[in-house]
């Protein structure tokens, strides 16, 4: 009986790391030119997000970098003035600057990702 009890925690804890992780692939990504105050054009370019609820870090795994974010409290869930829903996460990098993730529910939409003190805006879709 102990050994059937010790298996059913063992795998509820599996199971819920393994739902506690969401893995997002993108495979475009448009910057924003700060100097021309307009998107630029889409690139290819391969990008995954791993957002783990259990550790609060987002990693962001692209074909030239790994960068590590820790999430700043609770996601919060809003509208954009086109009607897409998004989960917007805050979060801090390993340099200490904070940035904000809007995670739409649309995959066409994306992910954009802003990070005003680094002076970055990005926008990633398809997948």
Do not use: P
Request: hydrophobic fraction near 35%; charged fraction near 20%.
């Amino acid at each position: 009986m102990k050994k059937k009890m010790s298996m059913l925690i063992v795998s509820l804890m599996l199971t819920h790391v393994m739902l506690a992780t969401v893995h997002i692939h993108y495979l475009q990504k448009s910057v924003y030119e700060t100097g021309r105050q307009q998107w630029g054009d889409w690139q290819n370019e391969a990008n995954a997000f791993c957002i783990d609820s259990t550790t609060l870090s987002i990693v962001n795994l692209s074909t030239k970098s790994e960068t590590v974010y820790v999430r700043q409290g609770e996601a919060i869930g809003g509208y954009n003035e086109r009607g897409n829903y998004y989960r917007l996460f805050e979060a801090q990098n390993e340099k200490g600057q904070k940035c904000l993730f809007f995670l739409y529910s649309d995959r066409n939409v994306g992910l954009l990702f802003k990070c005003e003190e680094a002076g970055v805006i990005i926008q990633y879709a398809g997948y």
